[in-house]
């Protein structure tokens, strides 16, 4: 299996752009998962999802986050308008939740975005 | 919510030598605490984990303990290599997919 698969792996872009990241989990996976790394907040959980839908948004900064899971192959975490504070790595994760067995996440390489 | 700490935020140890990284969490409900290693440019990647019903695990040159009353965990890497260096997190979470992770902890292993 190829992994979680991320892009853009690097994105540039100015104060008030939309932004949209983009991922496919690993097949056969029925949970995924977006975390944003920073420095100074560590990796933090924006939102996961299960069979396609959303569990826990509690993490999402703010209005201008969203996130959807159209198919259980491909998710969007979109940012507009973007602002500089945004500025981090955002990865996403897959697992294979059985029950209640917490699964292992498979992270993906991420996405590195600068909000100019 | 839970909420987790980790020490060292930084440990440089010479290679063949033993590392040891503790993290504390707060709620005495979380019952899987995986750690995970982040090289440069990539996601993290789980190494080791353990369940509440567990004291100890051992993988290889890495281990895990943990004190459910103490509620402290810690990862120990012995015979330490130059790949080992990274940064290595530990997370906490109480059942579902609510992973809450530690900050950090970058080691260095110097040849």
């Known amino acids: 299996d190829a992994g979680v698969i991320q892009s853009p792996r690097h994105e540039v872009t100015e104060m008030g752009q939309e932004v949209t990241l983009r991922c496919k989990p690993i097949?056969?996976?029925?949970?995924l998962f977006w975390y944003r790394q920073t420095m100074m907040r560590g990796l933090e959980l924006l939102i996961y999802?299960?069979?396609?839908?959303?569990?826990?948004d509690s993490g999402m900064p703010e209005d201008r986050f969203s996130a959807k899971m159209p198919n259980a192959s491909f998710s969007t975490l979109k940012i507009q308008p973007s602002e500089p504070r945004d500025s981090a790595v955002y990865f996403c994760?897959?697992?294979?939740?059985?029950?209640?067995?917490?699964?292992?996440?498979?992270f993906g390489e991420g996405s590195r975005l600068t909000v100019l | 919510g839970e909420n987790v700490e980790q020490h060292p935020s930084t440990l440089s140890v010479q290679e063949g030598d033993s590392a040891v990284i503790k993290c504390t969490y707060s709620?005495?409900?979380?019952?899987?605490f995986p750690w995970y290693k982040q090289e440069l440019g990539k996601g993290p990647q789980l190494i080791i984990d353990?369940?509440?019903?567990?004291g100890e695990k051992k993988d290889q040159r890495i281990a895990v303990t943990l004190n459910k009353t103490a509620k402290h965990f810690s990862l120990h890497i012995t015979e330490t290599q130059p790949e080992d260096s990274a940064v290595y997190f530990c997370?906490?979470?109480?059942?579902?997919?609510?992973?809450?992770f530690g900050p950090g902890t970058r080691l260095s292993v110097l040849p």
């Open positions: 994760a897959s697992s294979l939740v059985a029950g209640i067995n917490t699964g292992e996440l498979f």
């Open positions: 097949s056969g996976h029925n949970s």
């Open positions: 999802f299960n069979n396609n839908v959303p569990i826990d």
């Open positions: 997370a906490a979470t109480g059942g579902g997919q609510n992973f809450v």
């Open positions: 709620d005495s409900a979380s019952n899987y």
């Open positions: 353990i369940r509440s019903n567990v």
